[in-house]
């Protein structure tokens, strides 16, 4: 058993990670090998995109965060306009400001 007030350093939390807002990113969208344009936005476990120069949004859902090791494993639900959907995995940048990933 631990007696915590035996403790000489106080334990600190990880802050939770959070990827709400405003993203702009660029992706192999229709799998050609040609990069496009996306403006993604998200809002706790939602979110939306749209490919540049379309007017239609696609949705993101089941947005979830987890830490592994010293990684951030983002992995989300899609759904175009089109009735098609899947799932995705990205992984967030030390900086904060980047995620690579994929989707199926």
């Known amino acids: 058993m631990i007696d915590f007030d035996q403790l000489e350093e106080p334990i600190v939390a990880r802050p939770v990670l959070c990827i709400d807002g405003e993203w702009d990113c660029l992706v192999d969208y229709f799998?050609?090998?040609?990069?496009?344009?996306?403006a993604m936005t998200v809002t706790g476990k939602r979110g939306r995109y749209r490919v540049s120069g379309r007017p239609h949004e696609n949705r993101l859902s089941n947005i979830v965060t987890k830490r592994k090791g010293g990684n951030l494993t983002v992995t989300f639900r899609w759904a175009n306009r089109n009735?098609?959907?899947?799932?995705?995995?990205?992984?967030?940048?030390?900086?904060g400001n980047c995620l690579d990933g994929s989707w199926l």
């Open 83 to 95: 009735g098609w959907e899947g799932s995705g995995t990205w992984t967030l940048h030390g900086s």
């Open 31 to 38: 799998k050609n090998g040609k990069m496009v344009e996306i």
